[in-house]
């Protein structure tokens, strides 16, 4: 049976894309197939749920990886998916059988549909469009079902060609600058199936089987697992320079300010790499055509090492005069994505009082340095606590903590976190899949650095040690949680290196993420499925339905337990009704909250709705109301421009609405787009600003009750 499903897909994959013809179909090597045998045996025996390798696990393993390789059901036709069907019940043997033909087979002709996809679309661009016509995109189809011919495909991307055109006139382009940026997208597109490797197609599959066994357990191949590694510990050795494909060129992006690219004064952001020499004299690579990830693997190297550079500078045609760049490699630290300090003032009658806020997009450790006996090694409690002792010189009257889109990280961090705002006792427990329970306290009980009036802003988007922290402080009374409901993953997951398992010289075999413990507040409740629940709501653009643990089909379920020992203050409980109703009063005044609640309430209409007009009439209406509520919203602005309202609130509503430019962030300017990066930024301030008053009300109702 095996076997003729094979034959069915290869005969499939017989018309052979012209993009890859010179390269050929995409094989699995042995050594992958080793590595997907040993990794299937360790899930199967350390994981949390321990399932056995039965039609169920296969069926999921089959649907997790065609759902990773077409979720919006724009590739492949319905009989594709059907001929797949067979497959579908014997796919997890892949794993044992150490045979991944089948997985490959369907991933070349995915490839394959790709560019008859694109090569369609780029065909229609020498006839244009009509922009009379009554019709419209579904821009979100992961509900919806294959198309069952080929007509039916091509009607979908030709809506979808149609759709960029439109944006693209809309902004102001002209039909001959139309036809070159399109002409170039679906062509850059087409060379970037030339860049897929079998390590990646290695990857999707077993990151399919991975999540099959539940949504948090991952497999990293070699290169994933480097880039996990790096946003643990925040820190790399290389040049620092933030690197992105544009026109067929490996593109600097950005530079790390105080790395060895920023300070040589060489490099800038649109400079191309065009080939990397090691040493002084040493071989060198041309990385034209190469994936991102194999020319940063060329660029990164052991510290203090020589690396060299073949740029074309950004203001160079592609003739220009190239530019040798001798680097010398060092430790860069990921600033950017450490926990950073700014001070909101807000005006209370005729009192101003200072709230020191803290953004924290990670709870990151750096455990290789902190194992070697690096005693200044990176963490984000130790990052924090430096930011709180400045706070206290600065006498700020309140710390507000922003975990949004903080989606976890360290464990040991979140509960170090913890006892940096509470004395003593226990921070979470942790039930094993033996039943067997561990309370993981706070480990060096003493004086908390903080003891004023406290907060935590959370999202959607903030899971795992994010919701350990929250609830830990909701559950000790010790700040207030702000926000939206969290993302509800109460499970916690260990990473084991397989290559050490086996005593590989050489890493073949990557790592596993497993999940290992799921865990639970000290209140004896489970964060899974049901997150965080903040004290005070705010209004979020996230869609809770399709977004955070109970939107994923294998999650583990929802549990109770004993709570812990442990001493909650009940100084919060009285107070917060209080900061309930003065929020409430608060932003039905306040012109830029009630715009942002217009503005995501027409956001989730737009999502629900899940169709574009691809009528250029109504879309040019549609933009020119946009373009009104901006202005109006501007004007009122400045007419009330006093104490509830300020220049961030005006950035912040421009941001949320600014109107669209029909370009990818590849085919932008990168200075431009940087810049428009920040702008959208501000849109946080309003809400940001909201829970910088609620943090000024809890200090002065707690002030009041001393």
């Known amino acids: 049976m095996k076997n003729k499903i094979l034959w069915i897909l290869l005969a499939l994959f017989s018309t052979t894309l012209n993009a890859t013809q010179e390269n050929g179909a995409l094989s699995p090597l042995p050594q992958q197939a080793r590595a997907a045998h040993f990794a299937a045996r360790v899930l199967a025996q350390e994981n949390y749920e321990h399932l056995p390798f039965d039609e169920k696990l296969s069926s999921a393993i089959f649907d997790n990886y065609i759902k990773e390789l077409d979720g919006e059901k724009l590739i492949f036709l319905q009989s594709d998916i059907d001929q797949f069907a067979n497959a579908r019940p014997q796919f997890g043997l892949a794993l044992l059988n150490e045979d991944l033909s089948i997985p490959f087979a369907i991933f070349n002709l995915r490839q394959q549909r790709i560019a008859e996809h694109l090569n369609y679309s780029r065909s229609l661009l020498a006839h244009g469009f009509n922009f009379k016509e009554k019709e419209s995109l579904q821009p979100d189809r992961k509900y919806a079902t294959w198309p069952k011919s080929k007509e039916e495909m091509n009607d979908l991307w030709r809506k979808r060609a149609k759709n960029d055109w439109l944006r693209l006139k809309l902004a102001g382009k002209d039909d001959k600058g139309i036809v070159d940026i399109l002409d170039k997208r679906y062509d850059n597109s087409l060379k970037s199936i030339l860049r897929i490797k079998g390590d990646d197609v290695f990857q999707i599959f077993m990151d399919a089987y991975a999540t099959a066994n539940d949504p948090h357990t991952n497999y990293f191949g070699v290169r994933a697992a480097e880039s996990f590694d790096i946003s643990m510990k925040l820190s790399l050795t290389g040049i620092g320079a933030e690197l992105q494909y544009k026109d067929e060129y490996i593109t600097i992006r950005h530079l790390v300010p105080g790395s060895p690219a920023e300070l040589s004064g060489k490099l800038k ?92 997009p990670g709870f990151y450790r750096d455990f290789f340095a902190q194992k070697n006996g690096d005693n200044d090694f990176k963490s984000a409690a130790r990052d924090v606590s430096l930011i709180l002792e400045e706070f206290k010189k600065e006498q700020v009257d309140g710390v507000l903590l922003d975990l ?148 994923f089909d294998n999650a583990l379920p929802w549990g109770k337990i004993p709570a812990t020992d442990y001493k909650s203050s009940s100084d919060l409980v009285h107070i917060v009704p209080t900061l309930i109703a003065d929020h409430n009063a608060r932003v039905s005044k306040d012109k830029a909250f009630q715009d942002l609640q217009e503005d995501i309430t027409e956001f989730k209409t737009q999502r629900k709705k899940n169709l574009i007009s691809l009528n250029e009439d109504e879309r040019r209406k549609e933009r020119e109301a946009q373009k009104a509520k901006v202005k109006l919203r501007k004007n009122e602005l400045a007419k009330t421009k006093s104490g509830n309202s300020s220049e961030k609130d ?51 109702l707690l002030r009041a009750k001393r």
Not at 650 to 660: E, P
């Open 404 to 551: 949004r889109n903080n989606g976890g990280g360290s464990v040991e961090e979140a509960i170090e976190l913890t006892g940096l705002f509470v004395e003593k006792g226990p921070v979470m427990q942790q039930l094993d899949s033996k039943d067997r329970v561990k309370v993981d306290k706070i480990s060096a009980a003493g004086t908390p650095v903080w003891k004023g009036p406290f907060g935590v802003l959370i999202n959607r988007a903030s899971a795992s040690a994010s919701e350990i922290f929250a609830a830990a402080i909701q559950d000790y009374g010790r700040g207030i949680v702000i926000g939206e409901t969290s993302f509800g993953k109460g499970s916690t997951q260990a990473v084991v290196n397989l290559d050490r398992l086996v005593k590989n010289d050489k890493p073949d075999f990557g790592e596993l993420k497993m999940t290992v413990t799921k865990w639970f507040r000290i209140n004896g409740d489970a964060i899974q499925l049901r997150g965080v629940t903040p004290d005070i709501i705010l209004p979020m653009f996230t869609d809770a339905e399709n977004f955070g643990e109970s939107s």
């Open 269 to 360: 952001a649109g400079d191309r790499i065009l080939a990397v020499g090691q040493g002084e004299k040493g071989p060198t690579s041309d990385v034209m055509g190469m994936s991102i990830f194999d020319a940063v693997a060329l660029i990164r190297g052991a510290e203090d090492s020589v690396v060299r550079l073949d740029v074309l500078p950004a203001e160079a045609g592609p003739d220009g005069t190239h530019q040798l760049v001798t680097l010398i490699r060092k430790k860069i630290t990921l600033e950017n994505q450490s926990a950073k300090k700014s001070i909101i003032d807000v005006q209370d009658g005729a009192t101003t009082r200072h709230i020191g806020v803290i953004s924290l």
């Open 650 to 700: 005006a950035a912040g509503t421009d941001a949320s609405t600014r109107q669209d430019d029909g370009l990818l962030a590849t085919e932008r300017n990168f200075t431009n787009d940087k810049d428009a990066d920040k702008k959208d930024s501000a849109d946080k301030d309003v809400l940001l600003k909201e829970a910088a008053h609620i943090i000024d009300d809890e200090a002065s």
